[in-house]
C-alpha cells in the first residue's frame, strides 16, 4: 500500500487561493474536492493520504479536520495557525480539542511568500514553534532555497521538534543545484528533520511530464542526505498536475527510487509516513 504524504483540497466559493498566479496555473482555479480526490487515486496503490493546507486563513484548517472525518482515505490534517500571535497555544488546543482534532498531526506555514528570508528564527515565530513542539505536532518546512539558512537555525533550536521539509526544499530542478544542495546537506544533518519527495515535477516546468533524468540529480541529493528512512513520497496533488498527472507522478517516483531494496522503497511510500503522521 502507499501514503500520499501530500495533498490539498480546496473550494474557490469557499476561500480563493491567492498564491494561484500566472498562466501556467491558472488550470489549477477550480475547485479540487474529496471527489475529484477519489478519482485521482482510483486504481493506484495510494490508500492514505495526508492534507495539507494552502493558505494562512484559520478558518481552513476546522474545515480540513471535518473533511478528515468523512472522507475514508484521509488519514492526517497538516493545518495551520498564526505563529505569531500571542494565542498561538489557545488555538493549537482549541484545533486539538475540536471534535475532529484527532487527525491534526502538523501544522505549516508558507514561509516561502515571506519577504523576510528570515522569518522562522523571528522571537515570535521561534515562540510559536514552541508551543507547536509542545502541542506533539509536526512542523513541516516550506521554504526555499534562500531560506534554508534560517531554517537549519530554527530546526537547531528545537531538536525534540519533527521538521518535515516539503518539496526538496524547492531545488533549482535542471540548474545550478550547487547552493539548494550544500544548504539540504546541512538541514539533514538534523536527525529530527525528515524530506518529501514531493513538488519536483512542478519545479521542472518545461516537458510535460518531465523527463525522469531532469529529476535524478535532486533525488539522488536527498537520497543521500536523509538517506531513505527520512523521505516520504507525497503527490502534491493537485498542484502536480500543472505539470503531470497522479498516476504519472507516482510513475515518475516509483523509477526515481527503483535501484533501492524493497524495505528502503517502502519506506519511502508507506512506512515513513504513518510513522510520522500516525496513520
Given at each position: 500500500m502507499t501514503v500520499d504524504?501530500?495533498?490539498h483540497l480546496w473550494d474557490i466559493d469557499v476561500r480563493d487561493q491567492p498564491w494561484i498566479t500566472g498562466l501556467a496555473s491558472e488550470a489549477l482555479r477550480r475547485?479540487?474536492?474529496?471527489?475529484?480526490l477519489a478519482d485521482a487515486v482510483r486504481g493506484t496503490s495510494v490508500d492514505t493520504t495526508v492534507l495539507v493546507q494552502t493558505v494562512a486563513d484559520p478558518d481552513e484548517t476546522p474545515e480540513m479536520l471535518v473533511l478528515a472525518d468523512s472522507v475514508h482515505c484521509i488519514g492526517a490534517v497538516v493545518g495551520w495557525v498564526d505563529l505569531t500571535a500571542r494565542g498561538v497555544r489557545e488555538r493549537l488546543g482549541a484545533l486539538l480539542s475540536h471534535p475532529a482534532g484527532r487527525w491534526l498531526k502538523g501544522i505549516r506555514h508558507p514561509v516561502e511568500f515571506e519577504a523576510d528570508p528570515e522569518w522562522l528564527i523571528r522571537p515570535d515565530v521561534l515562540r510559536g514553534l514552541a508551543a507547536v513542539e509542545d502541542a506533539g505536532l509536526v512542523f513541516e518546512?516550506?521554504?526555499r532555497p534562500h531560506q534554508l539558512p534560517a531554517a537549519i537555525k530554527a530546526v537547531g533550536e528545537f531538536p525534540q521538534?519533527?521538521?518535515?521539509?516539503?518539496?526538496c526544499g524547492k531545488p533549482p530542478v535542471g540548474g545550478d543545484p550547487r547552493l539548494w544542495e550544500a544548504l539540504v546537506r546541512r538541514l539533514a544533518e538534523h536527525?529530527?528533520?525528515l524530506c518529501k519527495l514531493s513538488g519536483l515535477v512542478t519545479e521542472a516546468g518545461g516537458q510535460q511530464p518531465p523527463d525522469v533524468e531532469v529529476l535524478r540529480p535532486?533525488?539522488?541529493v536527498v537520497l543521500d542526505a536523509f538517506g531513505p528512512g527520512r523521505l516520504m513520497f507525497g503527490s502534491d496533488w493537485p498542484v502536480c498536475t500543472s505539470a503531470a498527472s497522479y498516476r504519472e507522478v507516482l510513475r515518475l517516483a516509483s523509477q526515481l527510487v527503483g535501484g533501492l531494496s524493497q524495505r528502503?522503497?517502502?519506506?519511502i511510500f508507506d512506512g515513513t509516513a504513518r510513522q510520522v503522521y500516525e496513520l
Open positions: 504524504a501530500h495533498h475547485d479540487f474536492r474529496p471527489s475529484d518546512l516550506l521554504v521538534l519533527t521538521f518535515v521539509l516539503d518539496h536527525p529530527n528533520v535532486c533525488v539522488e528502503e522503497r517502502t519506506a
